[in-house]
């Protein structure tokens, strides 16, 4: 299919359909109130994000004239479903892992075999790559291997359905480690300073005693 680039909301509302299909089956198809607070939930979200229900109703709307979301009309109010995997030409393995991806960030095939857990189980983390890698032959391609960051031991991916990723960023995430070193430098050798006058002090302290014949 001709898929264009999503937005960061348009992703989060897919991928928040997809997890709750599976770990909250009972309440899925989701209401807009539903999916509006699975968008804007705290925790394993990166970032976190803050939008109200006509954004994900706008977002939702660019979803299903790409076929990537549908309605299901309900007694009270409408719901929705994802057809990610039928739309985007994945097996459902691989969009768990572009799920997981488009939730949290990148994440080396270690965590992401671990974080999708509920969503689709790998023999191994090898399976994890293996589906990764294709999804980054794909034209276009909807992974990337990330390089690897300095101190890290394994590299991350990312997903690339809202565009290239800004490598330089996360090349980046060297900066603060430097920014620490260098700090950890000057904490050092400000306390090498200050031992050294304490140590002038105290020295300066037990000559004036014994001037002063104080004991």
């Given at each position: ?113 671990q ?66 070193d ?7 050798a ?26």
């Open positions: 299919m001709s898929l264009r680039t999503l937005s960061a909301l348009e992703a989060r509302v897919l991928a928040v359909l997809v997890e709750k299909q599976a770990t909250v089956p009972d309440s899925y198809p989701l209401s807009l109130n539903a999916l509006t607070l699975g968008c804007n939930q705290k925790t394993a979200r990166e970032p976190v994000m803050a939008a109200s229900e006509a954004d994900v109703l706008a977002a939702l709307e660019a979803l299903k004239a790409m076929h990537l979301v549908g309605s299901v009309s309900g007694n009270r109010v409408a719901r929705y479903e994802h057809n990610g995997a039928r739309a985007l030409g994945v097996p459902g393995a691989a969009l768990a892992l572009l799920t997981l991806l488009m939730l949290r960030g990148p994440q080396t095939a270690a965590e992401l075999r974080n999708t857990e509920r969503l689709h189980r790998f023999a191994d983390v090898s399976s994890v790559e293996g589906f990764l890698e294709e999804l980054a032959e794909r034209t276009p391609a909807f992974a990337v291997k990330l390089p690897r960051a300095p101190g890290a031991r394994e590299p991350r991916w990312a997903h690339l359905l809202c565009g290239e990723v800004a490598v330089q960023a996360e090349a980046g995430s060297a900066a603060p480690a430097a920014a620490r260098e700090d950890y430098a000057f904490l050092r400000e306390q090498q300073r200050l031992s050294a006058e304490l140590e002038q002090l105290k020295a300066l302290v037990n000559r004036m005693a014994v001037e002063l014949g104080i004991a």
